[in-house]
Structure formats: structure tokens, C-alpha cells
T-cell receptor, first 109, second 115 residues
Framework: QKEVEQDPGPLSVPEGAIVSLNCTYS??????FMWYRQYSRKGPELLMY????GNKEDGRFTAQVDKSSKYISLFIRDSQPSDSATYLC?????????FGAGTTVTVRA | DGGITQSPKYLFRKEGQNVTLSCEQN?????MYWYRQDPGQGLRLIYY???????QKGDIAEGYSVSREKKESFPLTVTSAQKNPTAFYLC??????????????FGDGTRLSIL
């Protein structure tokens, strides 16, 4: 079993829809949670970083962490064609950072 | 503009050849990392360095080597011992801390292919 499992997708949504992305993990030592956005042929770009359970909001993006269920989510409101990318979750403990395989999202105009 | 610069963007390797991928950062970060990205897999850590003149093996270090002579630079050599080198290679840096508790910032990668 992988330490980090990410919904594989791909997802295709109409412009303006809410995008919901999810990851689960098995390692209780993970205390730090990140979401990255990766455009084709580019490096990942940090979107969200959090280390506590609950919600963190930044503009149209909301990161949700549930440590008791070992489950994290990223919500994108009012999605735009420019949000079309691959989204990676990442989880860290003190000595390890593990990445999900990514979910590719297409937002249709 | 602060950031991480990787070069070249595309690289081709012949059989039996060693090739070196460049990574330079001007973020004044202490820690630097090399990852390999293959389709359908998460990023896998090759090597990391938390301080100049020191580096540690990651999960898939076999067939790779690194050096860290300057804080700004962390080149990766893909040796002929790496039998499946075709992948997208990503360099990252972070401001320190331990391996997993700081967000990492990435360059735009080098795509390596076999001729």
C-alpha cells in the first residue's frame, strides 16, 4: 500500500464548477500538508501549506485536513480554464515528504 | 526575481554516457533536492542536501551522483549505471528545517531521454 493515495482522475468540469480533489494517507507521522499545481512541462508550484486539521482558505482555493481520518482535500471554487493542470498533494513528517501521483483537471470553457 | 533555474530543458543521453543536470537557486535556501517524476507516479526523491558539502541519498539514489560545493548550486549526474534514466527531473529547495516540514519550491525541470 502506498503511503499517499490520490484520486487518479482525470477530471473534466465546466467553467465555474467547484473542483474537489482528495488524498488519503497511512502514515500517522505526517503533520504537514501541501497542495501543488503543475502545468504541462513545468515544475510544481506551491498552492497551499497547512499543518493543522480544519480548513484554510486562499482566494478561490480551500484546503481541508482531517487528521483523524487521514484525509485531505482541495476545493477550487469558480473554476477557470487557467486552472487546467495536474494537482499534487504532498505530506510531510520531520524526516520525509511524500507526494501523491497527481490528478489532472481540465476546466472546459 | 528569486527562483530556481534548471538547465537544460531537454537532454539526450547516449548509451554508456554520463550526463549532468544543472540546478541553481537564488532564494538563499539551505536545503536542495532532486526528484524524478514518471507518469502515474508521485515524485521520488533521488538525493537531498541540507547544507553545503553534505548530501544524503533519497529513495532511488542508485545510478545518480550529486555535489554541493556552493549554497546556490546542486548539480545531478545521471551515470551510465542508471539503466532507465528517461524521466522528468525536478530540482527543489526549501528554507531549511527538516526534510518534511517546510514547503519545497521547484524549478521547471529537465526532461532526459535516451538516444
Amino acid at each position: 500500500q502506498k503511503e499517499v493515495e490520490q484520486d487518479p482522475g482525470p477530471l473534466s468540469v465546466p467553467e465555474g464548477a467547484i473542483v474537489s480533489l482528495n488524498c488519503t494517507y497511512s502514515n500517522s507521522a505526517f503533520q504537514y500538508f501541501m497542495w501543488y499545481r503543475q502545468y504541462s512541462r513545468k515544475g510544481p508550484e506551491l498552492l497551499m501549506y497547512t499543518y493543522s486539521s480544519g480548513n484554510k482558505e486562499d482566494g478561490r482555493f480551500t484546503a481541508q485536513v482531517d487528521k483523524s481520518s487521514k484525509y485531505i482535500s482541495l476545493f477550487i471554487r469558480d473554476s477557470q480554464p487557467s486552472d487546467s493542470a495536474t494537482y499534487l498533494c504532498a505530506m510531510g513528517g520531520d524526516y520525509k515528504l511524500s507526494f501523491g501521483a497527481g490528478t489532472t483537471v481540465t476546466v472546459r470553457a | 526575481d528569486g527562483g530556481i533555474t534548471q538547465s537544460p530543458k531537454y537532454l539526450f543521453r547516449k548509451e554508456g554516457q554520463n550526463v549532468t543536470l544543472s540546478c541553481e537557486q537564488n532564494l538563499n535556501h539551505d536545503a536542495m533536492y532532486w526528484y524524478r517524476q514518471d507518469p502515474g507516479q508521485g515524485l521520488r526523491l533521488i538525493y537531498y542536501s541540507q547544507i553545503v558539502n553534505d548530501f544524503q541519498k533519497g529513495d532511488i539514489a542508485e545510478g545518480y551522483s550529486v555535489s554541493r560545493e556552493k549554497k546556490e548550486s546542486f548539480p545531478l549526474t545521471v551515470t551510465s549505471a542508471q539503466k532507465n534514466p528517461t524521466a522528468f527531473y525536478l530540482c527543489a529547495s526549501s528554507s531549511g528545517g527538516t526534510l518534511g516540514n517546510q514547503p519545497q519550491h521547484f524549478g521547471d525541470g529537465t526532461r532526459l531521454s535516451i538516444l
